[in-house]
């Protein structure tokens, strides 16, 4: 725990230090997200081990006090873009820092804590979506991804040869219709809608951004949630590219296996993203918390770097392609072939 907490609480505290100082720590913070993270995750000391063993209960208290400050960081971050008097060159780079932030540790934290048992945890985890104005992202990944990952059944598994760009415009569309109706289909009409409270809250977001720093606070909460948002299509672009499901009959598909997912074995990274690169063993025990994550490198397909570093390469698709589709055929294959 003493690695998740320090790596995660640094970016945290480099990013409260841009926003009241500036100047060089603007800078610190955004290269810590970025060359730093990709230096440390050459060192193979900083690796995490394969079978981690016994789930740690201090997780969830980490998981829970990150999603507490993800709220005076987002906000703090749309008044110091929006309204402060810092540099334009300091706002730019706050901007940057803080999207990283947003996507790739909330919500890879937001995504932990949605999966969690106690009803307060699921509730802070939609907030955190809804903040950022996706809130619906927390019913399609539980109703929908989780039940149709790897099939054609899920808009957020991406087919082979499928660009980025194309994915993304279809994912989103997907993901909002596709969990509305499952949630909707779950309820039967009673009780209150989820997509009611997620709208609500996105609302609250946005009158909070524009309470801070009027009208350029608002457009600043767009955009950190745009950008927030494509690191999150990001990583299910990347996390599942090209691999499926076989049928066992027309209507039903094989179980969710190891082979179903994209992993990465990287230390630094996989702890600023508490261990969401684990992505196999975290869709074959969805409740399973972070710290115990398994990895097994001989049936669980491996990323050839880092999930930051390729979630760059999926931005070109030409290249991305080059490097992924010959490595997702063979995962096509049977077992023996490979």
Do not use: C
């Amino acid at each position: 725990m003493v690695r998740f907490a320090a790596v995660t609480w640094g970016m945290v505290a480099l990013l409260a230090l841009a926003m009241g100082l500036g100047g060089l720590w603007a800078a610190l913070a955004l290269l810590y997200i970025t060359v730093f993270t990709w230096f440390m995750d050459k060192l193979a000391a900083m690796a995490a081990p394969d079978h981690p063993g016994a789930e740690f209960p201090a997780g969830d208290g980490l998981a829970i006090s990150l999603g507490l400050v993800h709220f005076p960081l987002l906000f703090g971050g749309v008044w110091t873009i929006g309204a402060g008097a810092l540099p334009a060159l300091d706002k730019l780079l706050i901007f940057f820092a803080l999207s990283l932030f947003l996507g790739q540790v909330s919500n890879s934290n937001a995504h932990e804590l949605i999966h969690r048992a106690p009803r307060a945890m699921r509730r802070l985890g939609m907030a955190v979506y809804a903040s950022v104005l996706y809130g619906h992202h927390a019913s399609a990944h539980v109703r929908v991804h989780h039940v149709h990952a790897a099939t054609d059944r899920d808009p957020n598994s991406a087919r082979i040869g499928e660009h980025f760009y194309a994915f993304a415009a279809r994912a989103w569309r997907g993901e909002l219709v596709e969990g509305f109706r499952a949630e909707s289909r779950l309820r039967r009409g009673k009780g209150l809608h989820p997509y009611v409270g997620y709208g609500l809250a996105s609302l609250l977001a946005l009158a909070a951004a524009w309470a801070l720093a009027g009208l350029a606070g608002v457009a600043v909460l767009l955009a950190l949630s745009a950008y927030a948002q494509m690191q999150l299509l990001l990583s299910d672009y990347v996390q599942h590219y090209g691999l499926r499901r076989g049928l066992i009959d027309p209507d039903r598909w094989e179980p969710v296996g190891p082979q179903h997912s994209w992993n990465s074995p990287h230390g630094f990274s996989s702890a600023l993203m508490l261990n969401a690169p684990r992505h196999s063993d975290h869709h074959a025990h969805p409740s399973r918390p972070y710290p115990g994550l398994d990895l097994d490198r001989a049936v669980m397909p491996m990323l050839p770097h880092s999930l930051p570093v390729m979630a760059v390469l999926a931005l070109v698709p030409p290249l991305w392609r080059r490097v992924m589709d010959k490595r997702a055929a063979r995962w096509a294959q049977p077992a023996e072939l490979r």
